[in-house]
């Protein structure tokens, strides 16, 4: 799917070679390897940010890279982005092969019957969606919620985006460890890929219990040296975000009503503040 420079520079090393045999008993030169044309695919996966606030931006920026972001391959720049948002997930219940753990994912809401928010999938902007159905057909009894989306869309890059419903799981560089490595295990080794962590949520404290989660899966992550790290708590998007009512949805007594979910406009802010760290992650993924 990337296309490597190392087959260019075999390409040239044999014209080199080429080049100094006699006329008479030349070879032909080889065609060039095809580089991939075309609009590249990426698909993001994450938990209700994506559903209430986060989803709209993440998929603008998404589909603008060559704007946002100079030096990503072409195929990149303007690329179909989609974005689907399980409520109230987190990593292990993609990487869960049998109930209970992949039930959040798999289990119809008994209230809602939908369980999703997905942008990009079957409609431009969000489309609520129970995951299982025709359209989203990730709950199969032989492979995970990960393996199905990933064989079912076939992007070129996956971009994996949690935290919240992990932060007391991930208190823990043990289990923050193993749930990565069962995500890493579980990615195509010819898919970039990328992990990131979620908007900053509106009170202190729990920002704080969060950077540690994010600090442990940050570790796990780079240990293995598969996929970039970007984290989504900084000094720069925590004082942006964190304690600022007009982030957050908010009554009509201006009492914030939802503390975890960012507004669309906050969720703009946070990736313009961010957008140094996720542009170098991406071209860090997308690099040979």
Not at 62 to 77: D, E, I, K, N, Y
Not at 177 to 182: F, Y
Not at 214 to 241: H, S, Y
Request: hydrophobic letters at 40%; charged letters at 15%; aromatic letters at 6%.
């Amino acid at each position: 799917m990337t296309f490597r420079p190392t087959l260019w520079l075999c390409a040239a090393l044999s014209l080199a070679q080429l080049s100094c045999t006699p006329a008479a008993i030349r070879a032909p030169v080889p065609a060039p390897p095809e580089t991939p044309t075309g609009k590249a695919e990426i698909l993001l996966l994450g938990d209700s940010q994506i559903s209430f606030g986060a989803g709209g931006a993440y998929l603008q920026f998404l589909q603008t890279l060559g704007r946002s972001c100079p030096g990503v391959p072409a195929r990149f720049a303007t690329a179909k982005a989609q974005a689907i948002g399980v409520r109230s997930t987190a990593l292990h219940h993609w990487t869960a092969s049998s109930a209970p753990d992949r039930d959040p994912i798999c289990e119809i809401d008994k209230t809602y019957g939908v369980n999703a928010g997905s942008y990009g999938v079957t409609s431009p902007g969000l489309t609520y969606v129970q995951i299982g159905a025709a359209d989203y057909p990730f709950c199969s009894s032989r492979s995970t919620p990960l393996e199905s989306a990933v064989t079912h869309i076939d992007p070129d890059l996956i971009i994996l985006a949690f935290l919240g419903n992990a932060t007391d799981r991930w208190q823990s560089a043990r289990t923050a460890r193993a749930d990565w490595q069962a995500a890493d295990a579980q990615l195509p080794q010819d898919i970039p890929c990328m992990v990131m962590t979620t908007i900053p949520a509106f009170e202190p404290a729990e920002n704080r219990r969060r950077q540690s989660a994010q600090e442990n899966l940050r570790a796990a992550v780079l240990a293995t040296d598969r996929c970039g790290f970007v984290p989504g708590l900084t000094p720069a998007t925590l004082k942006a975000i964190e304690a600022r009512k007009d982030n957050f949805r908010t009554d009509a007594t201006g009492r914030v009503t939802d503390a975890t979910h960012p507004t669309a406009a906050s969720a703009a802010r946070y990736i313009q503040i961010n957008q140094p760290l996720l542009c170098a992650g991406l071209r860090a993924a997308l690099a040979d």
